[in-house]
């Protein structure tokens, strides 16, 4: 706690005008993350009642701060990303960019930048029914669309990250139309249309402006299509890379200097369109200027910036529960080693138990006096030779 102090002093006198003020919600994301997995703010026991049996698993903070967390959630998207995905269709990724000029006007102008998932979601599959020869009215695709505030280099960069399926679903019988030819260079005229269009409507730019706009890109705004190849577990891995992963992933961290108190990570800075070879450099920031820059671009609580269409958001309140419940599990499994849901020496269900923070310390000490700890689990002591 006393680091999350001494931030919150450095962040007021060094990135308050910069980034914007330190709220009581963002001081509550960091203080979860300086105390995630402590076991003593609770844990959960899956106990085995024929045998003792015991595994332990502390409380993660969950928050969308936690590197490890946030990692833990992408791995439970890989692996239950079937539950909403239809890997028999073909897929494709098409990234949603603005240029350098756009960005500016709509950093500080109070512009909500999840309209641009939708904005993108409409103008894929407008993309798609455009190439349709007939019925494109009853044609729906399915559509998982995330925002990412930002580069990997931590820099403001909105953009749309969009996994939808080639073909296209009549509504009512079901049937799988193959579409014809997509126009790939029309979506960049579409997307730029989209954006200055809604940028028009909210005001924030000017029918004169919105001109100037569209005679500097006499191209379009950039869009990038990639197709996903592979098997079945692979379109659902790349889908879960693409859509789950986050503003910043803990492995682009090369080094953390405790003493100069800096991290050092990579980023990609060039990705040639043609070849897909990535160029990477190096950026090593204070770790108060890191920490600011991930509170600046971490999602305001219950603003949701992955979103469905079509085939893909029909249920998906009842998927996404389920998808939740598996996550537990399979983080557990990868972590530890170890299931917690049965036990390793009789194969019967363990029954799950929670300790609050109050008992936790002292149920702690009172389950190693008892049990050692083998492979993940606390094995009971036994006393019989």
Request: proline letters at 3%; charged letters at 25%.
């Amino acid at each position: 706690m006393r680091y999350g102090y001494r931030f919150s002093l450095a962040y007021n006198a060094w990135f308050d005008s910069k980034y914007g003020k330190l709220t009581t919600e963002k001081n509550d994301e960091i203080r979860k993350v300086i105390e995630c997995g402590e076991f003593a703010n609770g844990f959960v026991i899956n106990e085995c009642e024929e045998c003792g049996t015991k595994i332990v698993i502390p409380f993660t903070c969950k928050s969308r701060l936690c590197l490890s967390c946030r990692h833990k959630s992408l791995f439970g998207w890989s692996v239950n990303l079937s539950e909403i995905i239809d890997a028999s269709l073909r897929h494709v990724h098409v990234t949603f960019t603005l240029p350098g000029r756009v960005k500016g006007m709509i950093e500080r102008s109070g512009f909500d930048e999840t309209e641009l998932v939708t904005l993108a979601a409409g103008v894929y599959t407008k993309l798609l029914r455009m190439s349709m020869c007939y019925d494109r009215t009853h044609m729906t695709a399915g559509i998982l669309a995330s925002l990412h505030l930002c580069g990997n280099s931590l820099n403001y960069n909105p953009h749309v990250h969009l996994v939808g399926t080639v073909d296209m679903v009549h509504r009512r019988t079901g049937e799988i139309i193959k579409t014809g030819f997509i126009h790939y260079t029309k979506a960049r005229f579409l997307w730029m249309k989209a954006v200055t269009g809604y940028l028009l409507k909210k005001g924030i730019i000017t029918p004169e402006l919105r001109e100037v706009i569209h005679a500097a890109y006499k191209n379009g705004f950039h869009v990038y299509f990639r197709h996903i190849k592979g098997d079945n577990n692979e379109i659902l891995s790349r889908t879960a890379e693409y859509i789950a992963s986050g503003y910043f992933h803990n492995s682009q961290i090369t080094e953390v200097n405790h003493r100069n108190k800096t991290v050092t990570f990579e980023y990609k800075k060039h990705v040639d369109r043609k070849s897909g070879e990535k160029q990477y450099a190096r950026m090593t920031l204070g770790i108060y200027e890191f920490m600011a820059r991930m509170i600046y671009f971490l999602p305001d609580k219950h603003r949701k910036y992955i979103r469905w269409y079509g085939l893909y958001a029909h249920g998906i309140r009842e998927k996404m529960q389920k998808i939740e419940r598996n996550t537990w599990k399979a983080a557990v499994e990868r972590s530890f080693g170890a299931d917690p849901e049965m036990c390793p020496q009789c194969d019967k269900p363990m029954i799950r138990s929670v300790v609050c923070s109050y008992h936790a310390i002292r149920k702690v000490k009172e389950i190693w006096r008892t049990h050692a700890c083998v492979h993940g689990y606390f094995i009971p002591y036994r006393n019989d030779p």
